[in-house]
């Protein structure tokens, strides 16, 4: 299994790059979103391999929590790799974990691919999605240590979102600042 790649660009397109590795060229398909941050000739990719009797397809990902979003939605019934591509090139990881916390379909049904019905399946399956860092990437080890706080608590992990939602700080002000918007719910 293919975990990761790094080489040279030979060719990029928005939704797939060439990448030249010791001189075999691998097509890698990637979302828009990396395609946009791909800034040099010479990159490395977290990649998702997935083999068919027909294929053997690589995704790749510069940031580690786009990749868990994209293996996230693959395991979801109905979402195949191409509507799972197309979430992350709608969606930062970051938005997607607000989109799933506010279980907001309009969002969701912007996606190519996505209507009504599976952005509600989609939605019920993923109550538990939450980006590496919590939902604010500016105070990664302190959110993740409140959410698991406020968890132990007895609190729903949906409520924990919206308490925490914009909210910055260490652990114990987070804690603070959670537990006083989670008596309001």
Not at 115 to 121: I, L
């Amino acid at each position: 299994m293919i975990v990761g790649i790094e080489g040279i660009i030979d060719k990029k397109e928005p939704t797939f790059i060439h990448l030249n590795v010791n001189g075999i060229i691998y097509q890698v398909d990637i979302s828009i979103n990396t395609s946009n941050s791909i800034s040099e000739n010479r990159v490395k990719l977290l990649v998702t391999q997935i083999i068919r009797e027909d294929a053997n397809i690589l995704f790749g990902f510069l940031d580690i929590n786009e990749k868990k979003m994209f293996d996230t939605l693959i395991k979801i019934n109905g979402v195949g790799p191409k509507v799972a591509m197309a979430t992350c090139s709608t969606f930062t990881p970051a938005t997607f974990s607000r989109v799933v916390a506010d279980k907001d379909v309009s969002l969701l049904k912007r996606v190519p691919g996505i209507g009504p019905k599976s952005a509600s399946r989609i939605l019920v399956e993923l109550v538990d999605f939450i980006v590496d860092g919590g939902l604010d990437e500016s105070a990664p080890s302190g959110m993740s240590d409140a959410v698991l706080a406020l968890e132990s608590l007895g609190f729903k992990k949906e409520h924990i979102r919206k308490a925490l939602l914009g909210a910055t700080g260490d652990t114990a002000s987070l804690v603070k600042h959670g537990l006083k918007k989670l008596q309001r719910f």
